[in-house]
């Protein structure tokens, strides 16, 4: 079974530019989350989409945006880059169990704003 | 507000021994906890999970250990390979609830001496 496949692996872009990152969900998950790695931070949650819906989102600003198309794929996108976006992307899909949902990790998006 | 904290950045430990990573929160509504390995350019690994109704899960050479009235869960690694060296995070949702929304901790940098 594939994995969270996640597309560029590493950008570089120019401040004020905006990016576009692709998540190929685990196939049969419907719910794909976003999240932002910075050093020192930890992985912060982005927002999370689920049938096309985002059900939950994070403390980002609006700059931070994402959508899911009705094969679940999704796409997250940073407006008016910033030099402190610089971070690794990562994408998330959810498998649902009886006790709770676990999240499987894409190998991440490297962003690099220069 | 960090809702979930690794207190200690670093850990080193002989191969062989017992590695301990802990973890503590401060949400009394988390009802399921997962532990993640990263290694560096690859997106976390699910290790294991628990959920708030048992208080020990097992899955080979790890254990996850939950104390819900001190709100601390501990990693146990036993024994401990050079292979396991990497940073470990620690996460906790409301699972039972359906939210997909995952709080991390910033992370533990596990060391294993050969």
């Known amino acids: 079974k594939a994995g969270v496949t996640q597309t560029p692996r590493y950008l570089i872009k120019t401040r004020g530019q905006q990016v576009t990152l692709s998540c190929s969900p685990i196939?049969?998950?419907?719910?794909v989350s976003w999240y932002q790695q910075t050093p020192g931070q930890g992985l912060q949650f982005l927002f999370e989409?689920?049938?096309?819906?985002?059900?939950n989102k994070g403390n980002f600003p609006g700059r931070f945006s994402g959508r899911q198309f009705s094969n679940s794929r999704s796409e997250m996108n940073v407006s008016t880059l910033e030099l402190g976006d610089s971070a690794l992307y990562l994408c998330?899909?959810?498998?649902?169990?009886?006790?709770?949902?676990?999240?499987?990790f894409g190998e991440g998006s490297w962003l690099t704003v220069v | 507000d960090q809702q979930v904290k690794q207190n200690s950045p670093s850990l080193s430990v002989q191969e062989g021994r017992i590695s301990i990573l802990n973890c503590d929160y401060t949400?009394?509504?988390?009802?399921?906890f997962l532990w993640y390995k990263k290694y560096p350019a690859e997106g976390p690994t699910f290790l294991i999970s628990?959920?708030?109704?048992?208080d020990k899960n097992e899955d080979g050479r790890f254990t996850v250990f939950l104390n819900k009235s001190a709100k601390h869960l501990s990693l146990h690694i036993v024994p401990s390979q050079p292979g396991d060296s990497a940073v470990y995070f620690c996460?906790?949702?409301?699972?039972?609830?359906?939210?997909?929304?995952?709080?991390f901790g910033t992370g533990t940098r596990l060391k294993v001496l050969a």
């Open positions: 998330a899909s959810t498998r649902t169990g009886s006790s709770g949902n676990t999240i499987y």
């Open positions: 196939s049969g998950h419907r719910s």
């Open positions: 989409y689920f049938s096309e819906t985002q059900r």
């Open positions: 949400n009394s509504m988390f009802d399921y």
């Open positions: 628990i959920s708030s109704i048992k």
């Open positions: 996460a906790a949702s409301q699972g039972a609830s359906g939210t997909y929304k995952y709080i």
